[in-house]
């Protein structure tokens, strides 16, 4: 082996490892980008079970602002719709219960990413917790699940960047 040859043989492996991770970032940041989540987003949950009766059935609408920095995700939340067996009725300023909201992205490269938010709502009266999961079904809706300490109730969620 000649000195000339260990040269050339370095120089092809180090631009060979150069080029193939400038592939890998592309394809990390172009083909599987997460999802643009930052901004306003407008959510509706559906309970579907509960250990409270009254609550079954009910939709709950909440006003949501969310940041995104790499996977985690932080934010504030306000309800401004509620329909249940008390009635329907629109929540506007002080009369709107807020919430802070924490959760990250899990990356999924051969699936849809996945959500999880943590929302700590300060409700009339008492603090309350509720979990989503939700994945994507395009660039401006999300869908998934939730679960929450109010009543024990669990249901299905949808996100979009559009009012309901």
């Known amino acids: 082996m000649s000195f000339a040859s260990f040269w050339a043989d370095l120089l092809a492996t180090v631009a060979g490892g150069v080029v193939l991770a400038v592939l890998f970032f592309l394809a990390k940041e172009r083909l599987f980008p997460l999802p643009k989540l930052t901004g306003r987003w ?26 995104r920095e790499g996977n985690r995700i932080e934010g504030t939340a306000e309800k401004i719709y509620e329909n249940s067996s008390t009635g329907e009725r ?6 709107r219960t807020r919430a ?5 992205v899990e990356k999924k490269y051969f699936g849809k990413d996945r959500i999880y938010l943590h929302v700590i709502e300060d409700g009339h009266g008492r603090e309350s917790t509720t979990f989503y999961e939700i994945t994507a079904d395009g660039a401006d809706t ?3 699940k939730f679960s929450s300490m109010v009543a024990d109730q669990n249901g299905t969620v949808k996100w979009q960047c559009k009012p309901f």
């Open 100 to 104: 802070t909201v924490t959760g990250y």
């Open 90 to 95: 629109t929540f506007s300023g002080e009369n």
């Open 142 to 144: 999300f869908h998934g």
């Open 42 to 67: 407008y959510l509706e949950q559906t309970t579907q079970t509960t250990a409270y009766t009254p609550y079954a059935g009910m939709i709950l609408r909440y006003v949501v602002m969310l940041w």
